[in-house]
Each structure stands twice: as C-alpha cells, then as structure tokens.
C-alpha cells in the first residue's frame, strides 16, 4: 500500500536461478555484461561465455532466448574433463538468456543463465552522475561475492555515478574505546572494492552506537556532542570513499520512530557540523523521505532541514506517469520555503514483482519491472531530477511475498538491469528538450503515454523516447518524421518502416528509443510542458547554505510520564481541561569553547515567552526545562498549535525548534464550532465493502462503539481500508473537515482515506489516531490529505465519493472500532 521500510539486518536467503543442483555455473561475470571493448551499437560480437559444474565429459545442448522470449540459436557442446563449457554467443545488442539441457541420463543438468549484449559505457556516458545505482552490498550479499558484483557496476551505470550503501554505526563504534571497521559485513574492504572500480559511494546509515543513548522515541542518538566525537573518526577514515552522505533513511516512517521532525534535524545538524568542521565538503542529503507527508515537510523546514542539506532525496516507488507530479510537489514545498532549486534526488526507486523468492521473476514481471524502471529514469530525467538510484542491485524479499532486485542469485543481469544499462547509454549527457506534439490525425498508442524528447551530446540528433501505458508486442507509433535507429527497451535495434515523410516505430517493450535529425524533430517540439518548467527550475544555482553551526537545540518530551503521542503530524496530548506540556530542551554545544546561549519561545500569534540564558560547555550540552499549559497556547486553522524555540549566541546562527501539538478536545467542542454536521451512518453495512490484504471482518465489541473490524493478516503487507460510500444528501461543497471517536487495538500507522467519483485514491501520510487501544477523539481537515483542484475554486469535498478509516499494521492482527463518525463544515 506504502513503500515499506527497508530493514536489511540480516543477510537475506538469495534467489536462485531456475537450476537443479549440480548445474553449470559462470566462470566469472564479466562475459555476461557489456564489453569494454569498443564496438557498434548494434554490432554482432562473437563471445563465449564460460560455465563450470557440468558433468564432466557431459553433451550439453544450449538454447538463446531474445529478450522477448523467442528462440534465437541452438546448438550442443561437450563438456570438457573438468566440466567446464564455452557457449559462443555471436549477437547483436540486447538481453539474452541462456538455457541449458543435458539428457536425463546426464544428472538432468538445467540452468538458465541471463546475459546482456550493449557497447560499452563511452567516456560521455561515464560522466554522467544522474545513473546512480542502490546497491546495499554491504548488508544484502555475503562479503566473498561483493568484489565481483561491483566489477561489474560501471559497464552499467558508468563511473560518476554513485553507488549507495549503508552502514551500521552502532557496530562500527560499539563502546567508547573500540572500534571495529570491518564487522562481519566487512566494511571498509567493501568500500575500498568499490574504491578500485572508480566508483564513489553515497553512504547511508539511519542507527547510533548505543552507549550514545537514545532520544525520545528510541531511535535517534541522545548524546549529540558524544555524536559528533564519533562520527568524526568515520568522517576522517572514509571520506575518500564518499560521493554524498544521506542523514539517516526514511525518517517519516518507522526509521524515525513515527515522530514529528523535530526530531529528526538535531542529528542532521550535528552530522553537519561535523563533517564541514573536519574540512569535510562531502555532499549531505537530507529528508531521505519514504513519501511526501506535508505535515512533515513544513516542519522540517521550519526546523532547518534545508539550510542544513545540500540536496533532498525521496523514494518512490509508484507508477512512473505520477513522477512529474511528485515532483512538482517537492518543488512547490521548496519554493514555499524559499530553496525551489534545491537539488532533488531520489535515492531509492522501482517496482517490487510478487511471487516466490526462490525463483527468479518470471518473463512478464521481468518486462513490466523493466518498462516502469526506465519509465521512472526518463520521467526523473526530464522533470530535472540531479540523481537517480534504482533499487537494488541484489535480489531482496520483503515479507515473502514483495521482491526487488536486478541480479539473480549468481549475479547475472535480469531484463530489467539491462532497462537500466540501455537508459544510461541512451540518456546520459543528455538533457530535455520538450515534448513530441503530434500532428492532427497521427496514431498513437492506445492508451498513449508521454513522447519526451531530448538532445544529446550530438547537435544535429534528437532523441525521441516513447512511453506507452501497457506493452503488448504488436503497439506502434507513427512518427510524422524519419528517423535513423530505433532501439528496445534492452539497446536491440527495432525494426522500422518507413515513408516518404513519416516512420512507423514497433514498441513492445512499452519504451522505445529513437534517433532521428534535429531538422526533422524540431517542428514538432512541443515547449510548454510542466517536465520543461521543472527542468528549467533545476538547471538554476540554488542559495548558498548557511554555515553550520556548533550550536543545536534538541526538544525532547517524556512521551510515557506526560500520556503525549507522538506521530509524524506532531504530539496528541491527551484529553483534559489542565493539560499541561513538560517539556526539556537541550542545548548542545559542539565547539571547542563556552556558550552563553538565550532561549525564547513563540507561539502562533507571534507572542514570545521570556528569555532563559545557559551557560554551555565545550563539547556538551545544558537543559532548559519548560511547563506550558495547552490551554493558553493559540490554535492554528487546522486545529493544533504550534511552539518555536529560538536562540541567540553571539557571532552564532542557531537553527530553530519548532513543534507542533494536536489537541484532544471532547467531541462536543469541535461539534459547537461547525454549524453543518452530518453523522454518517456507518452502522449501516450496505454502504461498506471490504478492502484489505487479509481477512477482514465487520465487528464490534465495545460499549458506546457502533462500528468496527478486525483484521487477520498473512503474508506481504499488513493494510486494510474498508470502504464507506456517502450518502448523497452530504452537502459536499460545506464539508471541510471529519470528526471520529476512535480506537486503533495493536500498534499500527490509522489513517483516513478517500477516492474521488473516478476512484482516484487519497490519504492522510500521518497516523489520525493513536495505536494505544485508548478512545481518542480526533478532528481532520480535509487540507490535511487533500489537495486544490487544478482551477484551485472547487471545494475539497468534491474529491470525496468514497472514505475509509483504516490501517498498515504492526502486528499480524488488529482491530478498530468507532463510537462517533462525523462530517463538519461551515
């Protein structure tokens, strides 16, 4: 339902090849991959490719499969005494798959062995840093397999690319006085493998040593200044190896502990701090952002992410048609905050396939992970992406049933790795240039997706990328020009049929790559397009960043004393007419001299708290401690309100903290401040329809509640959202907001969801209700999860035909439960 958290503690049972023990194997990788010798693009190369493990002696026929699946050679070879084989493969550019058959008699030896045909990764292609690669060897592959797998990166993605990794900073800094920089993951020698390749790393960790102690939450570190002495040593030892550092991974979901941002910035600040006072000007990531929660965005802002980040990165893993969109989202929310041409990157992006993590993906998962991965690459390209990081290189399983990866278990490219190598070859150095516009009465596919165009590194060509919605092998395109060469989606060439004026291009791939001259291409580039504004935005300078500062403020709050619930929109505070918040707020010194440091806060209203003064050592840390009641505190339109601390120092800028808090009002409070009300009658059980991956049940057991479920999962994701369709006497047009009493059993991310009249799905990115099994009572305006129309005029409620109160859960079964469920408006 979500992109999920990627937890890879544990070295993960590969996925094997369709083979039976005893099969023939790779000598080695290389012949696999593309050369590095220099040959044609479409040129036929005569190249063994060298297996072990037959039996000795044993006759061997041999079958090649294009990238489509159809047959292109076969033939039969002898094994040799000790086993080995050499099976020729003279082709052209593209995927291949080797299948091997011996008789029965012969130990039944079967193997299917993948292999990619393309020129290699020019010098052009190798400067481009945009084809990153996520690669997770570190905590995915055994450390005897990694040297070879990263052999084989740039005659992939090239050498300016990076490849992100990860590391656990607990286990390389476990106690004060000892430091392992191996571990049994092998660290630095995996580094210093990618080092001998030419390839930098993009290094990610999102732990702590535990000694530093854990902050509220129990997830980030306690101890910044203790943060900062430690993480300088890796800073010292490894920046070599490094391209970029992203601070910490997903913080907006689980890796943050479900916690506001304000959370989240002391450590991006104290890493900061660290590496800019060492010398250190490796690029910093910050956000590193499961999805797009604006709640999470605007504190983040507000709290300093980015004056403290080079670039900003997100993951996505959703269709690549909503690509240009979510990209224009995180452009609004930069330029809302002044740093619309911050550099984006998304450092995690692609497609799961489903099924046994066993085997590897079969032909049809294989095509549609293939088409959406370089979809994803053309639409990041175009939209002004700076870098982009499919994932992952090695196979991966996710709670059994979602699977990623690029690679079989021996390392051999799947078809949607040779997607990525031929996006790289034909995107690299290039840059957008619009869209194609069609003449009146020019076929298109059906249904037609986007015709991007972009120049290239040669003045007089144009490339021509189509995109369709589906692949089925008979589609084509007209174009109202000729064209040169047209390639798959893997680099084969595509047969083209041509016209006195205009070419008919085959795309069964749903991606097709198409070279034709400028003077042809140029009339029929269309300017105005949303890709060419966000390209545009990218390509300017952005501001300068602050210098970092060695002061930083760290709110913390005893979330299980105070009865206060932390989610990513902010803190619930629990019901009561004295609600008071204790809160503590560190003030951690990073430099080598004393700081007297001065402390107001602000509310809403812009009305500012008296000012406290600490006097702050060197390297540590002094404590203001607050006891605000709620009740004085001004609320926001949406309900909450907020707190921002800020603090002064001489010749020093410091970031701010700011926090947000949701009241718990009593259901009769928010119900006198709407005048239209509508109780939605959600006993009624012809209005719901189950929605759920698991078995969902309608029941309720609690005295007041009228409606609820329970949900049993198994295996894949734990979610469930049953559907409730309004009545039609909602007045939609005065709703603005839904009032619930509610009660969530196990631990689980609530949340309200929403599909508009053509089923086009919405939902809150923040927990609604808490998961204590307590009855809360919540208010959530609908600007909270949806956002203007186009013309910006039409009221929110249009977008609501359907809406669910539902969850992704924690545990393998839950409940929820509802006493109140109301509409409100003015």
């Given at each position: 339902m979500f992109p999920r958290c990627r937890l890879f503690f544990a070295f993960p049972a590969l996925c094997t090849a369709t083979v039976t023990i005893g099969a023939p194997t790779p000598v080695a990788l290389a012949p696999f991959y593309p050369e590095s010798a220099v040959i044609g693009v479409h040129a036929a190369e005569n190249k063994a490719l060298p297996l072990q493990g037959a039996r000795p002696s044993a006759s061997v026929s041999y079958q090649i499969n294009d990238y489509s699946g159809t047959v292109v050679a076969r033939g039969r070879i002898t094994a040799g005494p000790d086993g080995r084989l050499a099976v020729p493969a003279a082709l052209p550019s593209g995927y291949?798959?080797?299948?091997?058959?011996?008789?029965?008699?012969?130990?039944?030896?079967?193997?299917?062995?993948?292999?990619?045909?393309?020129?290699?990764?020019?010098?052009?292609?190798?400067?481009?840093?945009?084809?990153?690669?996520?690669?997770?060897?570190?905590?995915?592959?055994?450390?005897?397999?990694?040297?070879?797998?990263?052999?084989?990166?740039?005659?992939?993605?090239?050498?300016?690319?990076?490849?992100?990794?990860?590391?656990?900073?607990?286990?390389?800094?476990?106690?004060?006085?000892?430091?392992?920089?191996?571990?049994?993951?092998?660290?630095?020698?995996?580094?210093?493998?990618?080092?001998?390749?030419?390839?930098?790393?993009?290094?990610?960790?999102?732990?702590?040593?535990?000694?530093?102690?854990?902050?509220?939450?129990?997830?980030?570190?306690?101890?910044?200044?203790?943060?900062?002495?430690?993480?300088?040593?890796?800073?010292?030892?490894?920046?070599?190896y490094w391209g970029a550092l992203e601070v910490w991974n997903e913080p907006n979901i689980g890796f943050g502990g479900n916690q506001p941002a304000d959370q989240y910035l002391p450590i991006v600040k104290t890493i900061r701090h660290t590496l800019r006072s060492a010398g250190v000007d490796t690029p910093i990531g910050g956000g590193v952002f499961a999805y797009l929660n604006p709640d999470y965005l605007s504190l983040a802002a507000r709290n300093g992410l980015l004056d403290e980040s080079d670039f900003i990165s997100f993951h996505y893993y959703s269709d690549p048609r909503r690509l240009e969109k979510h990209i224009g989202d995180m452009r609004a929310w930069l330029r809302a905050n002044d740093r619309e041409s911050k550099p984006i990157w998304i450092t995690e992006i692609g497609r799961r396939w489903r099924g046994d993590p066993k085997t590897i993906p079969t032909l049809a998962q294989q095509r549609e992970v293939a088409r959406y991965v370089a979809m994803q690459a053309i639409e990041a390209r175009a939209c002004g992406i700076a870098a982009w990081f499919p994932f992952v290189y090695p196979p991966y399983n996710e709670r059994e049933l979602s699977n990623f990866g690029f690679t079989d278990s021996h390392g051999l490219p799947l078809r949607p790795l040779a997607a990525i190598a031929q996006v790289t070859r034909a995107l690299s150095g290039s840059t957008y240039a619009g869209d194609l516009a069609l003449p009146s009465g020019t076929s298109s596919p059906d249904p037609a997706g986007r015709i991007r165009i972009f120049d290239t590194q040669d003045p007089e060509k144009k490339l021509v990328v189509i995109c369709t919605d589906e692949d089925p092998a008979d589609t084509t395109m007209v174009l109202p020009f000729l064209v040169e060469s047209a390639c798959g989606v893997d680099g084969r060439a595509l047969a083209t049929t041509s016209t006195a004026s205009s070419t008919i291009v085959p795309v069964p791939d749903g991606v097709a790559y198409v070279v034709a001259s400028r003077a042809a291409v140029t009339p029929f580039i269309q300017t105005a397009t949303e890709a060419m504004r966000l390209s545009r935005i990218a390509?300017?300078?952005?501001?300068?960043?602050?210098?970092?500062?060695?002061?930083?403020?760290?709110?913390?709050?005893?979330?299980?004393?105070?009865?206060?619930?932390?989610?990513?929109?902010?803190?619930?505070?629990?019901?009561?007419?004295?609600?008071?918040?204790?809160?503590?707020?560190?003030?951690?010194?990073?430099?080598?001299?004393?700081?007297?440091?001065?402390?107001?806060?602000?509310?809403?209203?812009?009305?500012?708290?008296?000012?406290?003064?600490?006097?702050?050592?060197?390297?540590?840390?002094?404590?203001?401690?607050?006891?605000?009641?709620?009740?004085?505190?001004?609320?926001?339109?949406?309900g909450t309100f907020s707190l921002t601390f800020s603090a002064s120092a001489p010749d020093l800028r410091i970031a701010p903290a700011s926090l947000v808090f949701i009241p718990s009002l009593g259901l009769e409070e928010y119900l006198a401040e709407y005048p239209w009300q509508f109780a939605l009658p959600v006993n009624e059980p012809q209005r719901w329809r189950s929605n759920a991956n698991g078995k969902l049940t309608f029941a309720h057991d609690s005295p007041g509640a009228i409606w609820g479920f329970r949900v049993t999962f198994g295996k894949g994701d734990r979610w469930a959202y049953p559907r409730f369709t309004l009545p039609q006497e909602v007045a939609l047009d005065r709703l603005t907001g839904v009032l619930l009493r509610a009660r969530c059993a196990r631990p689980a991310t609530v949340r309200l969801m929403s599909w508009d009249a053509d089923n086009n799905m919405s939902v809150t990115s923040s927990a609604v209700v808490p998961d204590n099994g307590q009855w809360h009572v919540v208010y959530v305006p609908l600007s909270s999860w949806l956002k203007p129309a186009a013309d910006g005029d039409a009221p929110l409620g249009r977008q609501i035909?359907?809406?669910?109160?539902?969850?992704?859960?924690?545990?393998?079964?839950?409940?929820?439960?509802?006493?109140?469920?109301?509409l409100l408006g003015r």
């Open positions: 291949y798959e080797l299948l091997l058959v011996a008789p029965a008699d012969a130990s039944g030896v079967a193997a299917t062995l993948p292999f990619l045909r393309l020129p290699p990764v020019a010098s052009s292609v190798g400067a481009d840093p945009f084809f990153s690669f996520d690669t997770a060897l570190s905590w995915l592959l055994p450390p005897e397999v990694r040297a070879e797998r990263i052999a084989q990166l740039p005659q992939v993605i090239g050498t300016a690319g990076l490849a992100r990794e990860r590391l656990s900073w607990n286990a390389i800094h476990p106690a004060p006085d000892h430091r392992d920089w191996e571990t049994v993951r092998q660290y630095e020698t995996t580094r210093r493998d990618y080092a001998a390749n030419g390839i930098k790393i993009l290094e990610m960790f999102h732990d702590s040593p535990a000694w530093l102690g854990k902050a509220q939450g129990g997830k980030f570190p306690l101890d910044l200044p203790g943060s900062a002495r430690s993480f300088s040593d890796i800073v010292l030892r490894w920046q070599s390509r300017q300078e952005p501001p300068p960043l602050p210098p970092a500062s060695p002061v930083i403020l760290q709110p913390l709050i005893d979330l299980k004393a105070t009865g206060i619930t932390a989610v990513t929109r902010g803190y619930h505070l629990p019901a009561g007419d004295d609600v008071r918040i204790p809160l503590k707020l560190r003030i951690n010194n990073l430099s080598g001299q004393p700081r007297t440091v001065s402390v107001t806060y602000t509310t809403q209203d812009a009305a500012s708290s008296a000012p406290q003064s600490a006097e702050v050592a060197p390297g540590a840390f002094a404590e203001l401690r607050f006891d605000i009641p709620a009740s004085a505190l001004p609320r926001n339109d949406d035909s359907d809406l669910s109160l539902g969850l992704n859960s924690l545990a393998d079964d839950n409940a929820i439960e509802v006493s109140d469920f109301y």
